[in-house]
């Protein structure tokens, strides 16, 4: 569970008051109250208790279950085809009928913002030199500079 830095109540803590509430007879508001949350809390936390046990107080993500609004795969797949085929986000924009902002976002994912980003790249030429072993403890000079 990934807490975050404002929680109030971790997951045990949420049992703990929730369990004061359902077992104990504790009211909301005293629960709330000996947690520091509002009353609203408790009701919440005791309402996702009682409805899906004590797996209903763990944290949900925030993230959404489903994008309405999120483009189709197949048009996405189109927009990077017609882009291959070297046209421009306005073309592309007008023949999918979506518009340029969407292509201009497709294409970004796909690494196809700018034209040069269909040529092939050029491999990198690396070039490695000899090395020269030489070892640092015994050169020809090193018994003239230590005596001298």
């Known amino acids: 569970m990934n807490i975050h830095k404002n929680a109030r109540l971790t997951f045990a803590r949420r049992l703990l ?25 408790a009701r919440k936390w005791l309402g996702r208790y009682l409805v899906e046990g004590a797996s209903g107080l763990t944290d949900a993500s925030s ?22 085929r070297r046209m421009t986000h306005v073309r592309i924009a007008q023949s999918v009928g979506v518009s340029q902002a969407t292509v201009s976002r497709v294409l970004h994912r796909a690494g196809l913002s700018t034209l040069s980003d269909l040529l092939p790249r050029e491999p990198v030429q690396r070039y490695e030199h000899a090395r020269l072993e ?11 500079i230590s005596s001298g």
Do not use: D
Not at 18 to 40: F, I, K, P, Y
Not at 134 to 144: F, H, K, L, Q, V
């Open 17 to 41: 008051m929730v369990q004061e509430m359902t077992q104990h007879g504790l009211e909301a508001c005293e629960a709330s109250s000996r947690h520091g949350v509002r009353t609203r809390t």
């Open 63 to 84: 993230r959404p279950k489903w994008s309405p609004r999120a483009i189709a795969p197949s048009k996405a797949l189109l927009i990077v085809e017609l882009r291959q």
């Open 134 to 144: 030489i070892c640092c403890t015994s050169t020809p000079n090193s018994s003239a």
